[in-house]
């Protein structure tokens, strides 16, 4: 496949006002989380969690194993609902609400352990992707009117122009299940995408990736954000990955933030260097 | 990019579907009003075709929703009684019978909302037990009311008599037409594959904001619907309702057809409850043995295709026209073939 030498996919503006509306680029920040926090049991997993970002930037989460990462993510999409603090999302506080709720309002999503509906064609994972974009009820598809086609129609369309960000359009017919590990990764992404979020929470992308795969990915990443105008948080435990296009950084260890900056601050960062390699022994 | 090879223009493809459905029903109903078929035999014909119902329906419950219910007896009890207790009382007329349908199907799935709201809030044999004690329960209750509020209705044990026997091979297939209409209709829809996205991952599929709780109800009563419709056919099939017919065992013969056929294929179900049905009616001949080959075959399919005998396979006519003009187009053993993906569309009717 013509992998490294493909021409840049244009996205072509689609006939319907629901798909990817002109999103507001000002500088107030689309995800404001304040003292967040959940115990399970005794076991208090993440602690005053505090993060804001800006509409259009790349954020990255990173720390050692079981730092609390995905549950994080699974506080921002109301997996888990948190014990403490608030989560306002594009200035309206997501208390309260369910996972379909928080999706609805604009957070999608992709997982550690990919989560794709293997039985089904790739189209249709990108279809059910893009469920609440299609308008038309029940009686309308058990007797096919009109509104049915159009409907369908457009979201083909739209889930084909999604595909063709990772050059994946070719696969639509293919079995979900039947794609290799990084397409998997790819069309989990897309299916997000499908829901038309503002915010994009990915769950270590680049993982069982090559270094080929995984600079692809970055400029993908950072293409998905151009073209979209959408601000992508991620979990990712390849530094390249998270050095080469986060614009903020956060470092979680054992639930808490020990430091948040720019990739160039926390590499010089003495605590997250101590998180990662250990302590330096004291010279006796 | 490959172009997706519908080559029959879509009105086309309902309209063969539709067109080939018609000549068999009215091919099959001039050799039943003619005689060339026995009563006998129409009667076990049209018990085939409330089969295939049962069958169908369930598979949306089981196949194509994934859960696992023990009840599908229990929604088609409700739906004879109240057909037959219509059909009793305004014995007739010809709209009669389809409104009869209409009702038991409408309050058998009245009786879906209430079991399913409760019952998919649970999982796996959680959801297949309470859906089990429901069906019981509505057996056990038919067993022992025989007034209700002073009106003689259910007659229990005794069992509904004398109900006209209205059903025919027409009517039947006719429902069996529209129950396989509706079903594929509602699966190539948005709410289709929100159904089978909770079957595939719950929790993926409400990350991408699809309401779980919602599209499990509406499959469950869908599926309840359906069986309601089958048990009004079944009373103006027999003429008798005895409710321990609709006992645990008749759920799970349902449940074979579905598995048999292929948890998730409608033309498996379709074959499926065809041949369950008329496989024990063909071997009475062989008194002593029928039920042995019954049970052989179920082991015999299970050992040596565990998925069923369909798998997840669906039969597209349409999709098979399709490959054929473009194997008559692209000439001998080259290309074309090689990019066809067919996109299986056409119902599973015959």
């Known amino acids: ?284 | 990019m490959i172009k997706k090879s519908t080559i029959i223009p879509m009105p086309l493809r309902y309209l063969i579907n539709i067109v080939l459905f018609a000549a068999f029903l009215f091919v099959m109903n001039t050799l039943i009003t003619g005689g060339t078929i026995s009563k006998y035999y129409s009667g076990v014909i049209s018990s085939i075709g409330i089969s295939i119902i049962l069958a169908v329906s369930l598979n949306m419950a089981t196949g194509y929703l994934g859960q696992l219910p023990l009840g599908h007896a229990g929604f088609m009890a409700v739906g004879a009684y109240t057909s037959a207790l219509i059909m009793k009382a305004a014995a007739g007329s010809l709209i009669t019978f389809p409104l009869a349908l209409l009702a038991g199907g409408l309050v058998a799935a009245l009786f879906g909302i209430l079991i399913g709201i409760p019952a998919l809030k649970l999982k796996g044999d959680y959801l297949a037990i309470l859906t089990l004690g429901f069906g019981q329960i509505i057996m056990v209750v038919l067993l022992n009311i025989d007034d209700v509020l002073g009106f003689k209705l259910t007659r229990g044990a005794a069992g509904l008599q004398k109900i006209p026997k209205t059903t025919t091979f027409l009517i039947t297939f006719i429902c069996v037409g529209i129950t396989c209409f509706v079903i594929h209709t509602i699966m190539k829809s948005r709410h289709g594959r929100a159904i089978l996205s909770i079957r595939e991952n719950e929790i993926a599929a409400e990350s991408c904001g699809i309401n779980t709780t919602y599209y499990k109800t509406l499959g469950f009563v869908v599926s309840a619907f359906f069986a309601g419709v089958a048990g009004g056919l079944y009373a103006g099939n027999i003429g008798i309702l005895n409710p321990s017919a609709f006992g645990f065992m008749k759920s799970i013969e349902i449940l074979v057809m579905v598995v048999l056929g292929g948890m998730g294929s409608m033309f498996g179900s379709v074959l499926s409850g065809g041949v369950l049905t008329a496989l024990p009616e063909l071997l009475r001949d062989f008194d002593k043995y029928r039920m042995v080959v019954y049970s052989l075959v179920l082991v015999v399919v299970m050992i040596f295709k565990p998925t069923g005998l369909m798998g997840t396979y669906d039969f597209s006519l349409n999709g098979l026209l399709d490959k054929l003009i473009l194997r008559l187009k692209g000439g001998k053993g080259d290309g074309g073939g090689k990019a066809v993906l067919v996109e299986k569309e056409g119902k599973a009717n015959e």
């Open chain 1, 1 to 284: 496949m013509s992998r490294f030498q493909r021409e840049p996919v244009k996205l072509v503006p689609v006939p319907s006002p629901n798909f990817i509306p002109e999103r507001d680029v000002d500088k107030t920040p689309i995800l404001e989380v304040s003292h967040l926090g959940i115990d399970f049991g005794g076991l208090t997993a993440v602690d005053d969690f505090n993060m804001a970002i800006g509409r259009t930037e790349i954020a990255g989460l990173i720390g050692p194993n079981g730092a609390g990462k995905t549950t994080v993510f699974n506080l921002l999409t109301k997996v888990y609902q948190p014990t403490r603090g608030t989560i306002m999302l594009d200035g309206r506080d997501t208390a309260g609400m369910n996972t379909i709720q928080v999706n609805k309002l604009g957070i999608a999503r992709t997982f550690q352990n990919i989560r794709l509906f293997k039985a089904l064609s790739v189209m249709d994972n990108v279809l059910i992707g893009l469920h609440n974009e299609m308008d038309y009820h029940l009686p309308s598809a058990v007797f096919r009117f009109p509104s049915y086609w159009r409907s369908e129609k457009i979201a083909k369309g739209r889930a084909l122009e999604l595909l063709s960000i990772f050059d994946m359009q070719d696969l639509a017919d293919a079995k979900a299940g039947s794609l290799p590990y990084g397409a998997q990764r790819r069309l989990e992404i897309v299916r997000a995408l499908g829901t038309n979020p503002s915010l994009l929470l990915l769950d270590e992308p680049a993982a069982g990736m090559n270094p080929s795969e995984t600079t692809e990915l970055m400029e993908n990443i950072q293409k998905i954000r151009d073209t979209f105008k959408i601000a992508i948080m991620l979990i990712e435990h390849d530094m390249s990955l998270v050095m080469g296009i986060c614009e903020g950084i956060g470092v979680l260890n054992y639930g808490k933030v020990i430091a948040k900056g720019t990739p160039e601050d926390i590499q010089s960062n003495p605590q997250v260097i101590e998180a990662y390699l250990g302590k330096k022994k004291e010279a006796n």
